[in-house]
């Protein structure tokens, strides 16, 4: 009979988290490549800041656009500048410039999602963000594959 292990742990987890990952990676990749042919429409923005994380073993910086916009009768209110996830870097200056770009625009255009009007974009199109996501997610499954081989016996410790 097999015992547990780490490598059977590890590899169950990570393929389980890996696995998961692709999926929301791939689903945000598809909007991105959709959102370059969604309608627009006038928007207007109500917030725009840095905000600090020191949660981590680093500052980390992650810009901050709210903005509304009307779609038919119905106000909606988003803070989504790009697919690929919230983005945080230890780099002010790069959360600094995304939030300049909208400071001073009180006006902007937003893409929005036509069958579900709650999903909207500042830029649409594929960003490196999306690329980044999946690469990490290929990453956790590979790894977790490889750490199920070994417990299995496939490949030598």
Same mark, same amino acid.
């Not at 680093?58 to 779609?71: G, L, M, Q, S």
């Given at each position: 009979?097999?015992?547990?292990?780490?490598n059977l742990i590890f590899g169950l987890g990570s393929t389980?988290?890996?696995?998961?990952?692709?999926?929301?990676?791939? &689903?945000?990749?598809?909007?991105?490549?959709?959102?370059?042919?969604?309608?627009?429409?006038?928007?207007? #923005?109500? @917030?725009? $800041? =840095?905000?600090?994380?020191t949660s981590g073993r680093a500052v980390t910086f992650v810009p901050d656009v709210r903005?509304?916009?009307?779609?038919?009768?119905?106000?909606?209110?988003?803070?989504?500048?790009?697919?690929?996830?919230?983005?945080?870097?230890?780099?002010?200056?790069?959360?600094?410039?995304?939030?300049?770009?909208? &400071?001073?625009?009180?006006?902007?255009?937003?893409?929005?999602?036509?069958?579900?009007?709650?999903?909207? #974009?500042? @830029?649409? $199109? =594929?960003?490196?963000?999306?690329?980044?996501?999946?690469?990490?997610?290929?990453?956790?499954?590979?790894?977790?594959?490889?750490?199920?081989?070994?417990?299995?016996?496939?490949?030598?410790?």
């Amino acid at each position: 009979m097999l015992g547990f292990d780490s490598n059977l742990i590890f590899g169950l987890g990570s393929t389980a988290i890996g696995s998961f990952a692709l999926v929301a990676g791939f &689903r945000e990749l598809a909007r991105a490549v959709d959102s370059e042919d969604w309608p627009e429409v006038a928007g207007e #923005v109500e @917030e725009t $800041g =840095v905000l600090t994380d020191t949660s981590g073993r680093a500052v980390t910086f992650v810009p901050d656009v709210r903005y509304h916009y009307r779609v038919g009768d119905v106000q909606y209110v988003s803070n989504r500048i790009a697919f690929g996830g919230t983005v945080s870097m230890t780099f002010r200056s790069w959360a600094q410039g995304i939030v300049e770009r909208y &400071r001073n625009s009180k006006s902007v255009r937003v893409r929005v999602c036509p069958t579900n009007p709650d999903l909207s #974009v500042l @830029e649409p $199109g =594929v960003h490196w963000s999306c690329w980044f996501v999946l690469l990490i997610a290929t990453l956790f499954v590979a790894l977790g594959i490889r750490s199920l081989l070994t417990y299995f016996g496939v490949l030598g410790a």
